[in-house]
């Protein structure tokens, strides 16, 4: 369970804690600790189970980076970005190019019967958003629509676009479309393409800098996703990994690496099998009378037991640790 421990110890601050530097940290002591597993291991399996704590670090690091630009980061800059309410689709949108969050005046609409589909890769949805006066405004820039509700997948390549809660009547707005943290390629120049195919088929004038928007969503719930799918890929994450366990013990076994063999002979007499016998995690239901030398050593927090100092640390920790001895520590007598 070591290079799982530390894998969740890597990624898991990284992934979610607020402050970048806390990761940092963690991931530094991790290999710290992994380090001195590998410079104090003397089996080659214990060896192998260092290495495999190394790499662990690593990928809990890069897991973690990942879930928090694809998520997290997104996550705090739309926190922080403006929220602009009553917005009049017939507006300019080069006033709301850093806005986060867009709610629009109670006549807006999205035109559904104007959506289109754009083909690259996923089908890219757009459609206009429109208000009650969009077209008796009489100005330089009346027939243009700076404002699109967008989506993937949910429209067919003419009309009919239900990207989102398009129809319902309490939600008039989204969040804003921005490539924050995007780790594969980017949005907006995508949709803006889907958008001036939408334009030049229905008429409309498009202009610089549209605006995008996921329709349907209020902010709170918009936001709440976004933290929730960082929490869904780094749990997936942590529990797929430990799965991966049973596979690297079964490993070991196939190959003749047993971590608790005895190969005392190999390692020069440091490896003392006797005392491996009497490490025990857990409950054991059944009766084991223990000598009382046994018994002080544990009372005086002895350290050195198997010669194995992973093996040693894991022992300590489970009979030390505040939390973790309530379930872990050595079965009493």
Not at 13 to 18: D, E, G, I, N, Q
Not at 39 to 48: C, E, I, K, S, T
């Amino acid at each position: 369970l070591m290079p799982w421990a530390l894998l969740c110890a890597c990624m898991l601050p990284v992934a979610l804690m607020k402050e970048p530097y806390l990761g940092v940290v963690a991931v530094s002591l991790c290999f710290m600790l992994g380090v001195g597993f590998l410079l104090f291991a003397n089996g080659r399996p214990w060896q192998m189970l260092a290495v495999t704590c190394l790499a662990s670090c690593m990928i809990g690091g890069l897991l973690g980076r990942y879930d928090r630009m694809k998520y997290l980061d997104p996550f705090f800059i739309y926190s922080r970005s403006p929220f602009f309410l009553n917005v009049l689709p017939q507006e300019s949108p080069g006033v709301y190019q850093e806005a986060g969050y867009i709610r629009f005046s109670a006549d807006s609409h999205v035109d559904t019967s104007r959506g289109l589909g754009y083909r690259s890769g996923s089908l890219w949805c757009v459609a206009p958003i429109m208000g009650a006066g969009s077209a008796e405004i009489i100005t330089a820039d009346a027939e243009s629509v700076g404002f699109w509700a967008v989506g993937q997948d949910c429209c067919q390549e003419r009309g009919l676009f239900r990207c989102g809660d398009v129809l319902q009547r309490k939600e008039r707005g989204g969040l804003v479309v921005h490539d924050y943290g995007r780790t594969d390629d980017q949005m907006l120049p995508v949709y803006t393409l889907a958008a001036q195919a939408a334009a030049k088929t229905y008429g409309l004038m498009l202009p610089k800098n549209p605006i995008f928007v996921e329709w349907g969503k209020s902010s709170d719930a918009a936001l709440d996703d976004m933290y929730g799918e960082a929490w869904e890929l780094a749990t997936t994450s942590v529990l797929c990994f430990f799965g991966v366990v049973p596979l690297f013990a079964f490993l070991l076994g196939l190959l003749g690496l047993s971590l608790t063999s005895d190969y005392g002979q190999t390692l020069g007499g440091s490896w003392h099998p006797d005392k491996v016998a009497l490490m025990k995690y857990g409950l054991d239901i059944s009766f084991r009378p223990y000598d009382r030398e046994f018994q002080w050593d544990l009372l005086n927090m002895r350290c050195y037991w198997s010669g194995e100092v992973i093996y040693d640390y894991a022992f300590h920790v489970a009979n030390k640790h505040m939390f973790l001895g309530c379930f872990l520590s050595h079965p009493p007598p």
